[in-house]
């Protein structure tokens, strides 16, 4: 049987995933077994830091780079646009540091010292930010086989460089925080080689690149860009934001449980999301490029259309068997937070939706109807939040805060987008993924014994019949393949 081109770019893109879940698998069991709750809450709280730099500061003008990448490609100009994008992220790196220094003396993350904090600040805004730009316009123009290769490279060497450093250092995030950094830094310069020698562009120079930018270009991008940045700063404030507030009112111990709940649920559908977006997402750019409003409606229905009961299996399947999902991958101390990741994936769930939309601001370069949903559900969630971390109840009451915000931003999102495209959903499929993952409900009639093996049984059972449901439903004509 000879694949075709897109199938086999499928098949390349699922191998990468699964090995990534397998490392993942990994990276979570090493994790939880050297770290306590303390360190891995001071994890979380140095992530939601970060990530504040990357959605406010950087994410923008990464969309901008993938928005325009195909362009820039026809026109040999890749390397010249990413230098004046490498430039920007040495000056939000260095940003980072001035308002590092005013968040420590605030009293966050006091547990780290503040040298230490500030290098792995600086460092993480501008070493990952580049891995994640190079290693992805790989995949956007179509070297599928190098960026997987690198992606699984990365997610491996961060296993192992952080167990190494902690081994040497000490079992402390700042370790583990070190490793990371060590990983990411190494192949995003194999990527960069790589891409070099692909792409075989001539390179202008750095002065002749800023030449060419204009006061028209300039408001362009900020046109494009500032909407973006203020959504992207509240959909921070509300996918990590909270966090801060959790390890003042609460404490770092009780986010790294939470922290450690949460991520298993938010890791697996990120890997969920990405088999998606990597996939579709390069084929989805091609099709909104220089075309008309009509084939852009027929670009996002097809990609809300071919995604959406993917998100949403997923969801219901991971909703069901949380409790033997979180046994197979922490540390036994670990092992009652698998609520947080029952909560966790529906917050994932309508993160992953809304997202989702929103890639239709994007196709119509209205990145300003971007804005209300993530301002709206910020909010939502944060006063939430803040009461049920006063609140006696705090560990029901902070998740059911976490899903509804979720909710919430969904809600405005869908009619954001509505406004801006007539989008259609398959409602009909939608009501058939749920029927066929009613089986789910089956684990609640069995008292399984907390055991690594039964837990790895019964995840293994239904994961195939999660994947046979998936193929169901793309072989019912979810993904119309004539090929």
Sequence with gaps: MILTKEKSDFLIILVGKLLQIIIMIISIKIMTTLLEPKEMGKIYIFTTIYTFFVLSLISPFGQFVNRHTHSWHEKRMIFDN????????????????????????????????????????????????????????????????????????????????????????????????????????????????????????????????????????????????????????????????????????????????????????????????????????????????????????????????????????????????????????????????????????WLEFFRMTTNLLGNISQSEMNTKKFMTPYIMGSLTTIILVYLSSNSSEYKLYLPMALVIGGFFTLVVMYISMKKLIDFNINYTIIFRCFIISLPYLSVYFFDFESNLYISLFVVISFGLYFLGTIYFIYKKGLINDNS
């Design 82 to 345: 990413i230098s004046v994008y490498l430039i920007y992220l040495f000056l939000v790196s260095l940003l980072s540091i001035s308002i590092g220094i005013i968040i420590f003396y605030f009293g966050i993350i006091n547990d780290i010292s503040l040298n230490i904090f500030l290098l792995l600040l600086s460092s993480f805004v501008l070493i990952l930010t580049l891995n994640q730009t190079i290693l992805p316009m790989l995949n956007m123009l179509h070297f599928r086989v190098s960026f997987t290769f690198l992606t699984v490279l990365t997610a491996l060497g961060i296993v192992v460089f952080g167990y190494i450093v902690v081994k040497v250092f000490g079992n402390t995030a700042e370790s583990w925080l070190f490793g990371t950094l060590l990983s990411n830094l190494i192949f995003m310069i194999i990527g960069y080689i790589l891409l070099k020698n692909r792409l075989n562009e001539t390179f202008h120079g750095f002065l002749n690149n800023f030449k060419r930018i204009t006061k028209s270009k300039i408001k362009s991008i900020l046109t494009f860009v500032i909407p973006l940045s203020i959504a992207t700063f509240f959909m921070w404030l509300q996918n990590s934001g909270y966090r801060i507030l959790i390890e003042q009112n609460i404490g770092l111990e009780f986010l790294g449980f939470l922290g450690v709940g949460m991520a298993i649920s938010g890791q697996i559908a990120s890997l969920i999301e990405s088999i998606a977006m990597q996939y579709f997402h390069p084929i989805y750019y091609q099709q909104i490029t220089n075309t008309t409003i009509e084939n852009r409606k027929k670009a996002i229905d097809d990609l809300i259309n071919k995604v959406l009961p993917i998100y949403f299996m997923f969801t219901l399947f991971l909703t069901f068997l949380a409790k033997y999902v979180v046994e197979i991958l922490v540390d036994e101390k670990y092992h009652d937070v698998y609520i947080f990741t029952a909560f966790g994936i």
